[in-house]
């Protein structure tokens, strides 16, 4: 009894020791207690489609650089406004990349506490007062079109061992979770936008022009140079080259077919916009002249030049035709080296920002401390070129335009009615005179056995015949006449049939190609593009580059026949 009483009281104090340590202990913010696991961040962003914005933030810790890629939809218009407002062309991206962040659930709680953000990389990217440039994780933005906030992450490492997993965060809270994630985040300018230039299809290639002038930079003049223009009818012909010497050259056809290839896929790694009084020139599809001071050195720091022949590069231009009539013109201005955000957009703004900062602070501002830990490590460069390009429509490039067939001409008709008869056929006959002496008839008249041979019944049926068959000629005539009508009538009117069918063909060309330029220009009027030195080295060729020394009949390659003794070993 009293054992059973000591466990009780034994039971009992270990009770209220227990109530006493839970109420008297001190409270804890126990994250998992409201962790929400298995819940979305954003459960109210259901729809993409009112997703009007998209900043992506992503910071290099080897440059300790910061880059920030902003596209945005503005009356149903996207446009890449961290690059120069550029139209984005990568529509179906935009609207897979917001629809990949609809439904992402916290599938696991890492931490809450900030220390641990560095090591998890979901330090703010955009954090300037972040005391560390590590661990700085990719910033991802989409707003409405009131620029209200749909989503807004920080996504941080992949969790080691589960791929698609990544370590993020919601802007604002430390709270750290795990989560599965399939975004695509690129701030890579040709993932944006058409980088497909040109828009040239190859195969509608009739000629390539190569005017290899250049341009005296102090005085502004024109100095003229070759001019290679290869050709051919169609796809299948080969190129030729105009004033090619048959005898001791020949066309070098691979560097031909890589220029071609190169035009064809030609990419826009950069844009430059250009000042307004070009733009309005080149929507006309007109040759472009500056109005404006301003406009006119921003061409010659581009390297671009307006002369009396009207506006020249220095480094040539290409005039490539297609059998649609639609003519591009290429004009290649300088070269220049940068990072590639140098190269895509340029960085002029930044400078003349940079400067103006650089004014307002003071020697030893304690705004660069937090950059003390900054590494010096160069950037890698990239080589880029301008380019100045406009098409125009050429009409001449169409063929021939179809002509109108002449009509038939139509014989007058004649009389098939048989010659008349003679006036003196229709005389009656003339009576005797009454005073013919009476023996005059007696002496006319012949006796019956007398008459001539001619005079026979069968020679008079001849004669009927022939005069039978001399009445029928003129109707023969006109049958043969209106036979020869209908069938030159039944070919014109099959030579018109055909003529329509041509003009009709033509002109439905000819408007397409027209359409084509308006379109190009749309394109190219507010824009300098830039690309790549590599591809400027494979387009804008000279012509010695296009030509070889032709090699003689029998020595290609080189190769010796074991019949010359070519390959064999001498005999003993």
């Known amino acids: 009894m009293n054992e059973t009483l000591r466990t009780l009281a034994f039971v009992g104090v270990a009770v209220v020791s227990l ?4 109420f008297a202990a001190p409270t804890i913010n126990d994250p998992l207690a409201d962790m929400n696991l298995g819940s979305e961040f954003y459960p109210d962003f259901k729809d993409s489609t009112k997703a009007a914005s998209l900043s992506v933030v992503v910071f290099n810790e080897d440059t300790a650089r910061r880059q920030q890629f902003i596209v945005e939809n503005k009356d149903g218009v996207w446009s890449i406004p961290s690059h120069n407002d550029y139209p984005a062309d990568a529509a179906e991206r935009l609207a897979n990349t917001a629809a990949s962040l609809i439904g992402i659930k916290r599938d696991g709680f890492q931490s809450q506490l900030v220390d641990s953000h560095e090591a998890l990389g979901v330090v703010d990217p955009l954090d300037d007062d972040a005391p560390t440039l590590k661990g700085r994780g990719d910033r991802l933005i989409l707003k409405d079109a009131d620029g209200n906030k749909l989503v807004d992450f920080i996504i941080g490492k992949q969790v080691e061992g589960r791929d698609g997993y990544y370590y993020v965060r919601k802007e604002g809270s430390n709270a750290v979770y795990i989560a599965k994630m399939d975004v695509d985040l690129s701030t890579k300018f040709s993932d944006w936008v058409e980088t497909d230039l040109l828009k040239m299809n190859r195969d509608e290639l009739t000629s390539v022009v190569i005017h290899d002038y250049s341009i005296d930079e102090n005085s502004g003049t024109l100095k003229e140079g070759e001019t290679s223009e290869l050709s051919h009818a169609k796809a299948s012909d080969p190129w030729t080259l105009a004033g090619l010497d048959a005898e001791t050259q020949e066309l070098d056809v691979a560097k031909v077919t890589a220029m071609i290839s190169a035009m064809d896929e030609l990419k826009l790694i950069g844009v430059r916009p250009k000042p307004e009084g070009l733009s309005n020139d080149l929507k006309l599809s007109k040759d472009a002249a500056p109005r404006t001071r301003e406009a006119f050195n921003d061409l010659i720091s581009r390297g671009f030049f307006p002369t009396e022949q009207g506006l020249k590069s220095n480094e040539g231009e290409l005039v490539v035709t297609t059998n649609k009539g639609v003519e591009y013109v290429l004009r290649f201005g300088e070269i220049f080296t940068g ?3 140098e190269i895509e957009a340029g960085l002029e703004k930044d400078a003349k920002q940079a400067k103006a900062d650089g004014e307002k602070k003071a020697d030893g501002d304690d705004a660069d401390k937090a950059n003390d830990d900054k590494p010096e490590v160069e950037e890698e460069k990239l080589q880029g070129r301008f380019l100045f390009a406009f098409a125009r429509f050429d009409e001449a490039a169409l063929g021939p335009k179809p002509v109108e067939p002449e009509k038939p001409a139509v014989e007058e008709k ?27 008839d007696a002496t006319d008249e012949k006796p019956e056995d007398a008459k001539s041979e001619d005079d026979t019944p069968a020679e008079d049926a001849d004669a009927d015949a022939e005069k039978e068959k001399e009445a029928d000629k003129p109707a023969e005539k006109s049958a043969e006449q209106a036979a020869d009508a209908a069938k030159a009538q039944a070919e014109y009117e099959q030579a018109m049939a055909k003529y329509k069918t041509d003009l009709a063909a033509y002109e439905k060309k000819a408007q397409e190609g027209r359409k084509e330029v308006e379109e190009l220009n749309r394109r190219f009027a507010d824009w300098y593009y830039v690309i790549s030195e590599e591809d400027f080295k494979k387009i804008r060729l000279h012509r010695d580059e296009l030509v070889k020394p032709k090699t003689p009949a029998g020595e290609a390659g080189n190769l010796q026949s074991p019949l010359n003794g070519g390959g064999l070993p001498p005999l003993n």
């Open 19 to 22: 109530l006493v340590a839970v």
């Open 339 to 341: 990072s590639d955000l």
């Open 414 to 440: 004649t009389d098939d009615k048989p010659p008349a008869e003679k006036e003196d056929d229709k005389k009656p006959d003339t009576p005797a005179d009454d005073n013919q002496p009476a023996d005059a």
